[in-house]
């Protein structure tokens, strides 16, 4: 079982508020990333992170944000919520290490499912 | 076009019934495979991975990888009520590559 915790596992927000959703691994991964997944539709990825101080924008566009300061944190932000950001969030991680031999599959956390009213 | 079509069911069998989940993809340059689970309100769980074609046997589960027709399955034998969950497929170029590209899901329920 993947050591990759998310918090909190739920969460109903008025219009305009700030959110932060946690994402921490205990397992040492180098790589981090956080996707978005909407119901009968395929998981999109919207950003990642090679390590501490690098992040990067995934495929999908997002007005998220996200900060990598500690290797096992991976925290995303919306500065002001809204309606369209609904959707269930899931953060993943994976060891660079095991690139080569590719063992560097993507271990998922339970996810965060976000409602803006 | 979507990078991986797969079917979203719903799929209902029997206990004890052989379950054959596909997806079928359009990059040819797709080379590592996965199978996710998903149960309800959780996280996709990786269940299998498998590079280039062939096929890779755990347990009950079987994945199947058919290159040349751009095909993937995922056979489950003697299905049980707690294989009920959601099935992802997933695919990438190359180790290493940040993206994986997700098929929709099939959900998958086992009746006792």
């Known amino acids: 079982e993947a050591d990759i915790y998310q918090t909190p596992r739920y969460l109903v927000i008025g219009t305009g508020k700030k959110i932060t959703l946690e994402c921490s691994q205990t397992m040492g991964h180098d790589k981090m990333y956080w996707y978005q997944q909407d119901p009968g539709m395929e998981l999109h990825l919207i950003h990642y992170s090679y390590g501490v101080n690098s992040t990067e924008k995934g495929d999908l566009s997002s007005e998220s944000t996200v900060s990598r300061i500690r290797t096992e944190h991976f925290p995303l932000t919306l500065e002001s919520a809204r309606p369209s950001h609904t959707s269930q969030y899931l953060c993943?991680?994976?060891?660079?290490?095991?690139?080569?031999?590719?063992?560097?599959?993507?271990?998922f956390g339970p996810g965060t499912r976000l409602t803006v009213l | 076009q979507k990078e991986v079509e797969q079917d979203p069911g719903p799929l209902s069998v029997p206990e004890g019934a052989i379950v054959s989940l596909n997806c079928t993809y359009s990059?040819?340059?797709?080379?590592?495979f996965m199978w996710y689970r998903q149960y309800s309100r959780k996280g996709p769980e990786l269940l299998m991975y498998?590079?280039?074609?062939g096929n890779k046997e755990d347990g009950r589960f079987t994945a199947q990888v058919d290159k040349s027709s751009k095909y993937i399955s995922l056979f489950i034998r003697d299905s049980q009520p707690s294989d009920s969950a959601t099935y992802l497929c997933?695919?990438?170029?190359?180790?290493?590559?940040?993206?994986?590209?997700f098929g929709t899901g099939t959900r998958l329920t086992v009746i006792p």
């Open positions: 993943a991680s994976s060891d660079r290490s095991g690139e080569r031999e590719g063992r560097d599959t993507q271990y």
């Open positions: 997933a695919m990438r170029v190359r180790t290493g590559a940040n993206n994986l590209f």
């Open positions: 498998t590079y280039s074609s």
């Open positions: 990059n040819s340059a797709f080379q590592y």
